[in-house]
């Protein structure tokens, strides 16, 4: 690779003098998907591409389908072809609108409505222009082509438009060589990352519910025990505050804490306010019935919670809190608080304090609590390193294309 010293200006950067600057429908020919609907998606059949699958997909190439379709379905659709670039035509922000995504396969294939399709020319690498369509300085001309509020789109008559710097044939072939390149590394880190993910799920199952054992375990019994033998509430009060302060507040579906900053405490209704420390066990009875229940985290230390969310400390040489923290998440404990949750949906259901603590489960002892734990935790830090890794790749990949498909840096083409 070798910096770049002749250039030209384009927009408020440079580009290669060799380069030249295309609008989009100068390189190639605009048209339409047609039809698929949700309910004529089938599990097999041939392949399909719906604009939802564009705007939602980190990849720039269509290595896989995700939904097929019928024959009869696929004679009212639209068909593609070997180099087609699909844009989304619709989209929830104008982030999403006009994502682009490249069609390099020769299995016959369609595209549904709201599908965008460039079918270009035999000098324009497919792969390559995906890459560019994704760059800062292409991405800011999509943006403003966005129409609409609640539902974006864009149009073809506005896509092609757009200007977009292009090297010669040769070049795009080698950028989108690097690029797919550092693609493939990205892809290889997030499938290890999904098994990883799939082994944990399964030694949860095995583990937190005494299918499996651990070595030298094997020969301590289970029993039926109520939370109360593992946890004990705790209110540590406090009046309400008068400058701004953290609130806690928790995610259903078993996905833990947030934070949110109160910059007008003097419109809050409330008098009284609790404070949470790390490794308490908190629940919101308001949405218990939902598995709104968590873990305290070490950054959630000190922030205010109302009364709405009791919390609970565990006994010590009984309860374990990062056993639990993975115990709270399995489907029996999601079953046993909705069923101490009574009346109809949304906040007309309140669990009941009470029947909480007294909540029976099937529990190891301590010691076995702190094993499993060990093991859990351990595939866990094993998942989040291989994500960092995947994000470290992405950033990296991301800064190629920023002086690749600038030409602010040119890679060597062997002739």
């Not at 609008?23 to 339409?32: P, V, Y």
């Not at 540590?236 to 405490?265: A, C, M, N, W």
Request: charged fraction near 25%; hydrophobic fraction near 35%; charge should be positive.
């Amino acid at each position: 690779m070798a910096e770049t010293k002749n250039t030209k200006a384009f927009y408020n950067t440079e580009i290669p003098k060799g380069w030249s600057v295309a609008n989009l429908g100068e390189l190639g020919t605009f048209s339409k998907g047609k039809g698929i609907l949700k309910e004529q998606v089938i599990s097999e059949g041939l392949p399909c591409v719906r604009y939802g699958e564009i705007y939602t997909t980190h990849d720039f190439i269509i290595k896989k389908f995700k939904s097929f379709i019928s024959d009869d379905v696929a004679n009212e659709s639209k068909e593609i072809q070997n180099g087609d670039i699909l844009f989304a035509g619709s989209g929830e922000t104008v982030e999403e609108i006009g994502k682009a995504v490249a069609y390099v396969g020769t299995d016959k294939a369609y595209a549904g409505g709201d599908v965008i399709i460039l079918s270009t020319k035999k000098n324009i690498n497919p792969e390559c222009l995906s890459y560019a369509l994704e760059t800062d300085f292409v991405k800011r001309q999509k943006r403003v082509l966005g129409q609409g509020n609640s539902v974006v789109h864009i149009y073809s008559s506005d896509l092609s438009k757009v200007k977009i710097p292009l090297p010669p044939l040769p070049e795009q072939k080698a950028i989108a060589q690097v690029l797919s390149t550092a693609d493939a590394a990205i892809h290889t880190t997030e499938k290890l990352i999904a098994q990883k993910e799939l082994r944990k799920k399964w030694l949860m199952q095995q583990l937190l519910t005494g299918k499996k054992r651990l070595k030298g375990f094997e020969n301590t019994k289970w029993k039926i025990q109520p939370l109360e033998n593992f946890i004990k509430p705790v209110v540590r009060e406090v009046p309400k505050p008068d400058v701004p302060y953290l609130g806690i507040g928790l995610r259903s579906h078993g996905k833990g804490t947030f934070l949110k900053h109160d910059e007008q405490p003097e419109k809050n209704s409330m008098d009284k306010f609790y404070v949470v420390r790390p490794n308490d066990l908190i629940v919101n009875i308001t949405f218990a019935w939902e598995q709104a229940i968590a873990i305290v985290r070490p950054e959630d230390d000190g922030a205010l919670a109302s009364h709405r969310f009791p919390t609970y400390t565990f006994i010590e040489g009984k309860g374990h809190p990062d056993f639990f923290r993975f115990y709270i998440l399995q489907p029996r404990m999601k079953f046993m608080l909705e069923m101490i949750s009574p009346g109809g949906a949304g906040r007309n259901r309140v669990m009941s304090k009470s029947d909480f603590i007294k909540l029976e489960f099937l529990l190891p002892d301590y010691k076995e609590q702190t094993a499993i734990a060990q093991v859990l935790q351990s595939a866990d830090k094993e998942i989040s390193l291989l994500k960092a890794k995947a994000e470290k790749l992405r950033e990296q990949k991301k800064g190629l294309m920023q002086v690749l498909l600038t030409g602010k840096v040119r890679l060597k083409i062997n002739n």
